[in-house]
């Protein structure tokens, strides 16, 4: 029972990336989805949050109209689109799983990616 990322790497500012997040051995439509990141020296702080029943998905605020979640039961995958990075934005970014709903930014989720690298600079 694992979660899988990739899709970091080094972009310039105004760039996009895309993440991805793949679980194996449960099936992550049934689960409540978050996206977390950890810049250097800082606390690690929740990027959006996604619903398992309606999808309904919330951003923080720093990344609004800017980073877009969505999952693929498919492929049993969640992604995180963010475009016009900013250099603020460089952290290892996570995702987290959990059959509860409702628990947004806590750090309780069952399952947690090993995290991605995204860096943005000139």
């Known amino acids: 029972v694992q979660l899988v990322e990739s899709g970091g790497g080094l972009v310039h500012p105004g760039g996009s990336l895309r993440l991805s997040c793949v679980a194996s051995?449960?099936?992550?439509?049934?689960?409540?989805i978050a996206w977390f990141r950890q810049a250097p020296g800082k606390e690690r702080e929740g990027v959006s949050y996604m619903k398992s029943r309606d999808g309904f998905t919330y951003y923080a605020d720093s990344v609004k109209g800017r980073f877009t979640a969505s999952r693929d039961s498919a492929q049993n995958a969640v992604y995180l689109e963010m475009n016009s990075l900013k250099p603020e934005d460089t952290a290892v970014y996570y995702c987290?799983?959990?059959?509860?709903?409702?628990?947004?930014?806590?750090?309780?989720?069952?399952?947690w990616g090993q995290g991605a690298q995204v860096t943005v600079s000139s």
């Open positions: 987290a799983a959990d059959l509860r709903d409702g628990l947004v930014f806590l750090s309780e989720y069952d399952y």
């Open positions: 051995g449960f099936t992550l439509e049934h689960y409540a």
